[in-house]
């Protein structure tokens, strides 16, 4: 049974909330707290799956409360539920929160999250490596793409579409600009999986306020790993979207396809930033051993980087096809379909630009009646590589 913390410093909200998630109490163990301390005090007394938070309360706000979440139970999945519509309290939140909804938030909306969340807790059955992932607050961007990006953004004409471009080349700020505009507090209809469309929505101003936020809780250091490039993992990441969005003619599909295949990899960063000592680890038996990277950290760490990124990238509130897509990547064959897909296409355009044997990569394609359609994507992989 899963054990929810809710926290609001309204009694009147609370009971509310209590009501309409009356039908849960047989699958959920909930429990309704008027202050951060005595959410803290609960998590300390026994264990928790997930804390919903309100940010606006006396004492201790929801975004100081998460903060002291995220530092003390990593393992605790992070929910702002909070009517407080300010941008600046919002990216306050942007390295402890992993969802935020908006007040009035309907019951079935609240169950849908919280279930997605604790649903996401299966891709991962090692508890080290669960605290790991879910105590990323943000991962590394490259400093170089950094530094181009601030200078970009403090041009008074700058083009949304130019500063997209930055953006796209860069998986952690990528992941962590759709995470933002995918939030309630933007309230959507629909939900963007395009880099583009949510730098668009979002504005040069806030993208700027978001990098600086990101910025300041982690400094853009490079990552100090022996034979680990950060850029080369940006370079292949942006040709595999590249190539994965080539392979669908209607826009939405492409634009899901490119960003599922940025976003492909980044597990590796999580594995070389809060998992560094089992990514060498990895690294090495898969040389010694003369397997795939994605088999060594299996036998390493029991899960692979696949299955990280799409953990997190699920906690942040992605949809779920480009979460899926990036989950099963290397086990395509694992989601049970019979359509060419983002997962099959992500799976294709990894492998080309990995230098994979075509006809393997013919032979996976054959079953969608795609195989023909190889030798033109692999032309396409071999012009992406030689212009980036």
Same mark, same amino acid.
């Given at each position: ?50 804390? #919903? ?15 002291? %979440? ?38 079935? @909306? ?20 669960? =605290? ?12 170089? %793409?950094?530094?181009?990006? @601030? ?23 990528? =992941? ?16 963007? @999986? ?37 850029? $080369? ?20 599909? +492409? ?37 795939? @990277? ?8 029991? #899960? ?39 997962? $099959?296409?992500?799976?294709? =355009? ?20 795609? +195989? ?6 692999? =032309?396409? +992989? ?7």
């Amino acid at each position: 049974m899963k054990r929810i913390v809710f926290v609001d410093d309204e009694p009147m909200i609370l009971q509310g909330l209590e009501n309409s998630l009356r039908a849960q109490r047989k699958l959920w163990k909930m429990s309704f707290v008027t202050s951060g301390e005595e959410a803290l005090a609960l998590l300390a007394a026994e264990p928790v799956d997930v804390v #919903v938070t309100d940010m606006r309360m006396p004492r201790m706000d929801g975004a100081t409360l998460l903060k002291h %979440v995220h530092e003390r139970f990593p393992k605790v999945v992070r929910i702002v539920l909070s009517g407080h519509a300010e941008l600046e309290a919002t990216l306050r939140t942007i390295s402890v929160a992993h969802q935020y909804l908006s007040k009035p938030c309907d019951a079935a @909306t609240i169950r849908e999250v919280v279930e997605r969340a604790c649903a996401l807790q299966t891709l991962l059955d090692n508890d080290v490596v669960r =605290a790991a992932v879910n105590a990323v607050d943000s991962l590394p961007s490259s400093p170089r %793409v950094y530094l181009e990006l @601030t200078r970009l953004l403090a041009a008074p004409d700058v083009g949304i579409k130019d500063v997209a471009k930055v953006l796209e080349r860069d998986i952690a700020l990528s =992941a962590k600009l759709l995470q933002l505009v995918n939030s309630a507090f933007f309230g959507l209809r629909q939900r963007a @999986t395009s880099v583009e469309r949510a730098a668009a929505y979002l504005g040069a101003s806030t993208i700027q306020r978001l990098v600086l936020s990101i910025e300041a809780t982690q400094g853009f250091g490079a990552i100090s790993v022996p034979g680990f490039s950060m850029d $080369d993992l940006q370079s292949k990441a942006l040709r595999v979207g590249k190539l994965a969005s080539s392979m669908f003619e209607r826009r939405a599909d +492409a634009e899901d396809a490119f960003t599922a295949g940025i976003l492909h990899d980044l597990g590796s960063l999580i594995l070389a930033t809060k998992l560094m000592p089992a990514f060498v680890e990895s690294r090495r038996v898969a040389k010694e051993s003369e397997i795939a @990277t994605v088999e060594a950290e299996r036998r390493v760490l029991g #899960v692979t980087h696949a299955e990280l990124g799409a953990y997190l990238l699920g906690l942040w509130g992605l949809p779920y096809p480009i979460v899926e897509a990036v989950a099963f990547h290397h086990m395509p064959d694992h989601v049970e379909h019979t359509t060419f897909g983002l997962v $099959d296409a992500v799976h294709i =355009a990894s492998s080309l630009v990995d230098g994979s044997d075509v006809e393997v990569v013919a032979g996976y394609a054959k079953r969608f009646g795609l +195989a023909a359609k190889v030798a033109t994507w692999q =032309a396409l +992989a071999e012009q992406l590589e030689s212009a980036a």
